[in-house]
């Protein structure tokens, strides 16, 4: 499985108000970023802000947050069934993934660019998937990182199986190394949301997914 799943960093309700209608009128797969200031410096629109979401749109959760189980009211209000979180956090990481799981929720384990890939063997059976961060986490528009293919590349000879996505600096002149490397799913913000004609960009992208 290759494909791209378009995400929204926003600081504001109306910036997040803006960009899913943007999204949601061509993807029914988006990724929402949630960070807190703390976790990481940069802070976004607030789940709390978000009174709800569409229903024909399958909603990914990105928590770069330091307690990611604060947000539980709010991913159940907003019927969200797919996280991703941390596995830098300060809190015990199978202590979320298992109240995530007791909500029937899908656990994706995201692992900062500069984190090593053995901290995550202990969880790989327990999660649903793995994201590699390629850029720092909680700010668009940076340069992707090229030694977190590499990851991607022992990642996935260790783990055949298990679904892989990246997040940041993905254009579409690196989507066919990233694919390469073991990726199966490509999280792009910015570089859809911020050209002229987001959808053509989005198709473009698609087109690179399916070759």
């Given amino acids: 499985m290759k494909k791209i799943l378009p995400a929204i960093l926003a600081s504001t309700i109306e910036e997040f108000s803006q960009k899913l209608s ?3 009128s061509f993807s029914k797969e988006i990724q929402i970023d949630i960070t807190d200031g703390t976790f990481v410096n940069s802070k976004t629109v607030e789940l709390v802000e978000i009174k709800e979401l569409p229903k024909d749109i399958e909603f990914e959760l990105h928590l770069m947050v330091s307690d990611p189980l604060e947000y539980m ?36 384990l995201a692992l900062n660019p500069h984190s090593d890939i053995p901290t995550l063997k202990d969880y790989v059976p327990h999660v649903d998937g793995l994201l590699l961060m390629s850029v720092a986490p909680g700010f668009g528009g940076q340069e992707l990182i090229p030694s977190v293919l ?18 940041g600096g993905i254009k579409k002149e690196n989507l066919v190394k990233v694919y390469e490397a073991g ?3 490509a999280v792009i913000g910015s570089g859809i949301l911020k050209v002229a004609d987001p959808k053509k960009e989005w198709e473009e992208f698609q087109k690179i997914s399916n070759t």
């Fill in 22 to 24: 943007v999204l949601s």
């Fill in 73 to 108: 009211s709010h991913i159940k209000r907003l019927g969200i069934k797919r996280v991703v979180f941390h596995n830098e956090i300060d809190k015990s990481t199978m202590e979320v993934v298992d109240a995530l799981k007791k909500e029937g929720i899908t656990v994706v």
């Fill in 150 to 167: 590499e990851k991607a590349k022992i990642l996935r000879s260790r783990y055949p199986e298990i679904l892989i996505e990246m997040d």
């Fill in 183 to 185: 990726v199966n799913i």
